[in-house]
């Protein structure tokens, strides 16, 4: 199972990013997507996450209503829409796929 999440950057506060993450080697109807994220000296977080044999995301509290997970089983892949972003959501952003984690990438929201 590989993972590969692309898509951070530097953006403003109330700027907007779009994360992807392609996945390869498993069926994504039958297990658990996510993001999770983690700041600099914080411990890895839950962000949203899709259950298996569904399609309705879950989000933390602190990004509900900024952010919407989306996934494409045809393309394999899974999507994290970021608007309204603030500087407490700079983190590197991992995608997962059960419980397979791809090698994040670095989302920086400056003030």
């Known amino acids: 199972v590989q993972l590969q999440a692309s898509g951070g950057g530097l953006v403003q506060t109330g700027g907007s990013l779009r994360l992807s993450c392609a996945v390869s080697?498993?069926?994504?109807?039958?297990?658990?997507m996510g993001w999770y994220r983690q700041a600099p000296g914080k411990e890895r977080e839950w962000v949203a996450l899709?259950?298996?044999?569904?399609?309705?995301?879950h989000y933390a509290d602190s990004v509900k209503g900024r952010f919407t997970m989306s996934k494409d089983s045809a393309q394999s892949m899974m999507y994290l829409q970021m608007n309204g972003l603030r500087p407490e959501d700079t983190a590197v952003y991992y995608c997962?796929?059960?419980?397979?984690w791809g090698q994040g990438t670095l989302v920086t929201v400056s003030s």
């Open positions: 997962d796929a059960a419980a397979y």
């Open positions: 899709i259950h298996s044999y569904s399609e309705t995301a």
């Open positions: 080697g498993l069926i994504f109807t039958d297990n658990r």
